[in-house]
Every structure is written in C-alpha cells, then in structure tokens.
C-alpha cells in the first residue's frame, strides 16, 4: 500500500484542482444536510402539532380543511354532555369551540400578508395544553394573542409583534395582548382571537370545529360513535394527530422537491467533479505506470487516487457541516400552514458524511479505473 | 449480458407489479368472536315489511317497533370502530358510486355524488345496544355479511334521542344480503 502521506501530498499539486473540489462537495453536502433538515422540520413540527387524546369534530366533507368547514354553534354544548370520556379538571370539560380563518392582515410596516388565525375561548388552554403565554395575557374583546414565530409566517422582525402593537385585519385595528409559545407545533404561528371577535370578522354564523381532550386516546370511538348518531349535526369525528397527518402527506411533494433539486445539484457537481479528475489522473498515467514497475500493484495505486479524492471531499463536507451549524441550525422556515425550525442534529450530520464520502468514491472511481486501465508497457510511454 | 438482462427483467416485473389494481372494499378483520348480545342480534331474522328510510324517519317516534332497509353507505366510514354501530343508507334517495361504472371512486359507500340534503333524509344509525341501553363496545364489521355496501334489513326499536332528523334504532335482529 502506498502511505497516506503520498495522498496528501497529491492533493496539493493543484491548488485550484484542490479548491474546486473542496468547493464542489462542500456545496452539494449543504445541499444534502439542508434537504434532510428541512423535511425533518416539516415532518417533525406537523406530527407534534396532532395529539392523539385530541378530537376535532369537523362538518361532514371538510375533512381535508378546518378552515372550509361548518359546525353549528350548539354542537360543543351537545357533545360535551354526549361524549364519554372527555377529560374535566375541577368540574370542567375540555371542550372548545374554535374558528379557523386564513386572511391577510395589515402589517405595522403597512405590508399585508397572510395570516392564519384561530378564534377560541379559555377553553383551548385545556385542549392544547401545550399553549403557553410568555407574555402578556390572554385576549379580550378587540385583541389578539400572536404565536411566538408568527412574525417569520408574517415576513416581520421579531420586534415588531411585541403586546402593546396593533395588526390589522378587515379594516379593524387589533391590540396585541400577549405572546404564546407551543413548543414544536404549527400554533405558534398563528394567531388567536375570542371566537366573538373573529365571528364577526369572518362573517360566519357557525364555528370551524369542536376540539374535544379524551383522557384515553381509545375513546375516540366515543366521538365517532356521537358524530354517527347526530345525523342532525352533519360531522365527522377526526382524530387530531390524523388530521395533521394527512397534512404531512399533502406537503409530501414539497418535500421530494427538496430531494429533486438536491439531487439534480448533487448530480451535476458530481459528474462536473468526475470530469476534473479525468483531466488530473490522465496527466498521471505514467507516473501510475512508474509506480506499478517498482512494485506497487493497481489496487494500492486505486486506493491512494480514492484517498485523494475522498480526503478532498470530506474536507468540503467538514466545511459544509461548519456552514450548516452557523447558518441552518435554529433558522426558521416558513411555509402555508406556519413554520418550522431547522435542526441540524446528528442524522442530518451523518448524512452529510456520508454524501461527503459517497462523492469522494464514486468521483474518483471511474477517472482512476481509467488511468489505471492501460498495460503497463504502453503507459509508460505515454506522455 | 445475464446481469443486464436479469437487471431488465426485475425492472419489468417492478413496474408491471406497480400498475396492478388495488383493491378498493377493505374488510377489517375481526379478531374475537362476537358477544351473546351480538350474536343474537345477528341471528335473528327481522320481522315485518322493511320500510324506506326516508319515509319512515317522518313517522317514527322513540320506542316504535320498525323494519327498514338499505345499503351500509352515507359515509366514508360507515362503521364506528370498536363499537356496535354503523351508517344505512336508503338506495332510493342514495346512489352508491359503484353503480355508475365510469366512476373510479375508491370509496364508493360515501355516496360523494348525493347531495348533503339527500343524504341527510336518507341515512340512519344502526346500533346494538347492552341491557342498559349502551352501544356494545364491539365492531360489527365484517360479522355476519356486515360490510360496506351490503344490503341490509334490520328490525328494531327507535332509540330514546331519536328524531326525524336524526334516525337512530337500536337493532333487535339484522339480516344482510336480503
């Protein structure tokens, strides 16, 4: 075997040839790390924001949006007292009546941008539990109550939703009460209002849905079984960590075109890659050739081009890995239904390594299986 | 050459398997044996002459004995998983989609094409119920020819909470396939 130091040393013949592929890899490894970040994210924040023990009682046929369906208001009353198993703190039921409601809202930068919006009551602290103010208060009549992201689903600085601020929505100036944060969810990019305010400003007479909290996540029978026998109501009973999963599968596409276009990247650097090392290992033929007549065999001559290959590539995934951390990790996204954030944890740091090595081999493989190919004699006397 | 070809033949067969059509009736399988309760239900036969759905809800009052017919459909998930209980549909008022052969619908017992008006004049909850007038906490899927689509003639009492919006009767004897 030819010692490593022989590798190294290689690599620094062409410190352009070095660069371009430090470079090359570094690019198509962030590329990678971010594909895999951002559909952790996504699928990450949509599976936390469904719980299991949580029932959403929607209008027969709007299963696939909250948002487009109808409920009659007295359906919260009618199934609080129907529906076993519901979990009651001190003699109260979890059971909340909400409005989900997408709009654009006037901005305090005079922008408008879209917004999603819920109207509750305090009862939506007792079925998402996971809602936590962390400043301010709940809102009153003529207020809101921001999610701690939903300034990036606004396209604002984080300064400019803070209690005391004012947004905008149907011409209507709404104070803003206080922050809430539900760690890991899709709620904290939206917005909450009383669901008196937000009847009035969406113009409905009827509420999006009824979230019931089951204490045993197998009584969601319970709720089935009641939106079967209330023909009346016209409801279908969903469990909430379903509803939300459906959604996951909905961005699906999105998150393969994240893939796509990693992909096609890492493609086109790849065979950009196999192409310079074309040129650099068939300058090296008889120096190969030199090496294999003084006793090195071709599968050390393949395994030191491999190492310098592969120590280039890594070196560019070490700097992709450096970039991910400074730049990705904690950043947040934000797409239609709120917003994630990024976490380059250790898969998407093993994925990087990985795509880092699988670039160094499989770039270097076909340029030195074809500097290595020609008999010996004849490499020797090529130029 | 025997590696390409065999490379070939796997990809045709891949991509042959992939076009194959699935199947659209999923029964769920029922692990246990039905209860007493059940069992007596289902092997009864049903008195009387069955009565649409969608005359009979007008008319029918808590504690009436009546007869109906009609199709488990209405909805997308007619039966109530885990509990005694399911959707019947009137094949007058509703059609089921697999009656129209250019329709590729894979859920064809949600009657998708009926109107929310029709459906709610033609559909009604079917249920068994214990001694104390609970639903049993059993699925009656897939027992005794109870599927989606089946034909099904059930006699029983409509149920306390019942009205002609809201059919509900608890079963006292089901046949289906009649």
């Not at chain 1, 409920?71 to 909400?98: D, F, K, M, Q, Y």
């Not at chain 1, 009827?206 to 709720?223: G, N, Q, Y």
């Not at chain 2, 070809?5 to 039905?34: D, G, H, N, R």
């Amino acid at each position: 075997m030819l010692p490593l130091s022989y590798a190294v040393r290689n690599l620094f013949r062409s410190k352009s040839r070095l660069l371009q592929t430090i470079g090359g890899s570094a690019m198509v490894v962030l590329l990678v790390m971010a594909s895999v970040a951002i559909n952790n994210g996504m699928k990450r924040v949509l599976s936390a924001s469904g719980s299991d023990r949580n029932v959403i009682l929607v209008g027969a046929g709007s299963e696939e949006s909250i948002q487009r369906s109808e409920v009659p208001e007295r359906t919260a009353g009618i199934a609080e007292a129907a529906v076993a198993g519901i979990t009651e703190n001190l003699g109260v039921r979890a059971v909340s009546s909400e409005i989900h409601y997408m709009n654009y809202i006037s901005l305090p930068n005079g922008n408008r941008s879209q917004a999603l919006l819920r109207g509750v009551t305090l009862q939506a602290l007792r079925v998402h539990p996971e809602v936590r103010l962390t400043a301010g208060n709940f809102p009153g009549a003529g207020e809101l109550m921001v999610g701690r992201l939903a300034w990036r689903k606004l396209g604002l600085a984080e300064s400019d939703l803070k209690p005391g601020g004012t947004l905008t929505l149907e011409n209507q100036s709404l104070k803003i009460s206080g922050i809430f944060a539900a760690p890991g969810t899709v709620l904290e990019s939206e917005i909450w209002a009383t669901l008196g305010d937000l009847r009035v400003l969406a113009k409905r007479e009827t509420i999006s849905c009824v979230v019931l909290r089951l204490d045993d996540p197998a009584d969601f029978a319970e709720a089935d079984l009641f939106a079967k026998q209330r023909l009346d109501l016209e409801l279908t009973a969903l469990r909430e960590s379903d509803y939300y999963s459906r959604l996951s599968s909905f961005f699906k596409p999105l998150r393969a075109m994240t893939w796509i276009t990693a992909g096609l990247i890492a493609a086109g650097a790849l065979f950009g890659g196999v192409n310079t090392l074309y040129a650099a290992f068939a300058s090296r033929v008889r120096e190969m050739a030199t090496l294999q007549s003084i006793g090195f065999g071709r599968g050390a001559l393949l395994a030191s081009l491999i190492q310098e290959s592969t120590l280039a590539c890594l070196t560019g995934a070490l700097l992709a890995s450096v970039i991910a951390v400074a730049f990705l990790d904690g950043r947040t996204v934000p797409f239609s239904i709120g917003a994630f954030t990024l976490e380059v944890g250790p898969g998407v740091a093993i994925t990087g390594i990985v795509t880092g090595l699988l670039l160094g081999l499989l770039g270097a493989l076909p340029p030195a299986i074809r500097c290595l190919k020609p008999p010996l004699p004849t490499a020797l006397r090529m130029s | 050459m025997k590696m390409k070809t065999a490379f070939v033949a796997l990809a045709t067969a891949a991509l042959l398997a992939s076009c194959e059509k699935k199947e659209t009736t999923a029964i769920a399988p029922t692990t246990s044996a039905p209860s007493a309760t059940l069992s007596a239900v289902l092997d009864t036969a049903p008195t009387g002459e069955p009565k649409p759905i969608h005359l009979i809800r007008a008319t029918a009052k808590p504690g009436d004995e009546i007869t109906v017919s009609g199709k488990i459909m209405g909805n997308a998930k007619p039966f109530v998983d885990g509990r005694s209980a399911f959707i019947l549909g009137d094949p007058a008022v509703l059609t089921s989609c697999n009656e129209d052969p250019t329709d590729k619908c894979t859920t064809p017992w949600d009657t998708c094409c009926d109107s929310p008006e029709d459906k709610k004049r033609g559909i009604a909850t079917i249920q068994i119920v214990d001694a104390d007038g609970r639903v049993l906490k059993e699925s009656v899927e897939g027992i005794g020819g109870l599927v989606n689509l089946a034909n099904v003639t059930v006699s029983g009492k409509v149920a306390e909470g019942s009205s002609a919006d809201s059919l509900i009767i608890n079963a006292l004897s089901i046949r289906s396939g009649k």
